[in-house]
């Protein structure tokens, strides 16, 4: 009898420690997992600061860019990798020399070429990774500055030649920019820039990327006007 008591005082024993050492584990896990996350951001913020910005670009390209994937429906892991690797989408501008990304205006031919450059420069940082996190990385950096019609860079790639990814980040970007005052620019009404996003519908973007946002025109107005900074942003991974 006090055989048994003790033998299945040890196996609730063993139940126990299984449990906190799983508790543990998934903890240990989740911690991994956010401070990825956390540090993919603020890689991207250092190239984002090195351009003078200020990463408010870089939050809303992640919220733009997640609307537009759950009005496409995405699976939920889709998402996932989009938000937290479009910030990414300009890395590559940290190897552009200064004198050439901080010129604000008057840019010469050549020097158009070089800022070019920034989104192969951004692919080649993340050649071969493993990570899926940075494999998606590596495919926005490549192909944000694609065209629907085939006349973007730098590959030229034309329609659904172009990854969806890269697809939907080449509209997040651009509405931003519209609705963004630039050195060169001031910036755009919403209303305005939603009818020129709808004007390139099938040239710059893909329609049904076009669609998906114009769904959640409602949401898209609310990242516009919010002024979500960087540092919220990493609050709420
Ligand atoms: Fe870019
Ligand atoms: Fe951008």
């Known amino acids: 009898m006090k055989e048994s008591r003790h033998k299945k005082g040890g196996h609730l024993e063993y139940e126990e420690k299984m449990k906190k050492a799983y508790q543990d584990l998934k903890k240990a896990y989740k911690e991994i997992q956010e401070s990825y996350r956390e540090m993919v951001i603020r890689l991207a913020m250092i190239a984002e600061y090195r351009a003078e910005g200020t990463g408010t670009h870089l939050v809303r390209i992640a919220d733009y860019s997640t609307e537009v994937a759950q009005g496409?429906?995405?699976p939920k892991h889709d998402i996932y990798?989009?938000?937290?690797?479009?910030?990414?989408?300009?890395?590559?501008?940290l190897v552009i020399p200064d004198k050439i990304l901080k010129k604000k205006t008057g840019l010469t031919p050549q020097e158009r070429e070089v800022i070019k450059k920034h989104s192969s420069f951004g692919a080649d940082a993340f050649k071969g990774t493993r990570s899926r996190l940075l494999q998606v990385a590596r495919v926005i950096s490549l192909t944000h500055h694609e065209r629907f019609d085939g006349t973007g860079y730098p590959q030229g790639l034309?329609?659904?030649?172009?990854?969806?990814?890269?697809?939907?980040?080449?509209?997040?970007?651009?509405?931003d920019a519209l609705t963004t005052k630039r050195p060169y620019k001031e910036a755009y009404d919403f209303e305005v820039a939603i009818r020129m996003v709808k004007e390139e519908s099938g040239r710059h973007f893909d329609p049904e990327i076009v669609k998906a946002f114009l769904s959640r025109k409602?949401?898209?107005?609310?990242?516009?006007?919010?002024?979500?900074?960087?540092?919220?942003f990493i609050a709420e991974i």
């Open 72 to 74: 496409l429906r995405l």
């Open 81 to 93: 990798y989009l938000r937290y690797a479009s910030p990414m989408h300009d890395i590559g501008k």
């Open 158 to 175: 034309r329609g659904k030649q172009i990854p969806l990814f890269g697809r939907i980040v080449a509209l997040a970007d651009v509405f």
């Open 218 to 232: 409602k949401r898209i107005r609310e990242i516009w006007q919010a002024t979500k900074n960087i540092e919220s």
